[in-house]
């Protein structure tokens, strides 16, 4: 005797939206929010260190500054595709679980 599983509205609105974005692909997903995240984050460090730092070390050494930065702008995206690809993983076992 096959029993049917109860699926909430929520539930069943959560696998109609992750069908329409895991039909995009996992590699979109993970580079999109990746980004987003990573420059977010960025973001966020640039202003904090800006305002909070000692401002006339940025004055003083503009070359120190920029390569700086840039590690930090590296560091930062490679902390969004890793969150990135864990959501998408995450997502997947919940869909896998309703369906």
């Known amino acids: 005797m096959a029993e049917e599983i109860n699926i ?38 640039l202003i904090v260190n800006y305002y909070f730092e000692d401002k006339a070390r940025y004055a003083l050494y503009p070359g120190q500054w920029n390569s700086s930065h840039v590690i ?14 864990w959501r998408w993983k995450g997502k997947e076992d919940k869909f896998y679980y309703y369906s």
């Open 8 to 45: 909430s509205d929520r539930q069943r609105k959560f696998m109609c939206k992750w069908a329409a974005v895991r039909s995009k692909g996992k590699l979109r997903y993970i580079l999109s929010r990746g980004l987003i995240l990573g420059a977010l984050l960025f973001g966020i460090w």
């Open 72 to 85: 930090w702008l590296v560091t930062y995206v490679v902390i969004g595709f890793s969150s990135s690809f």
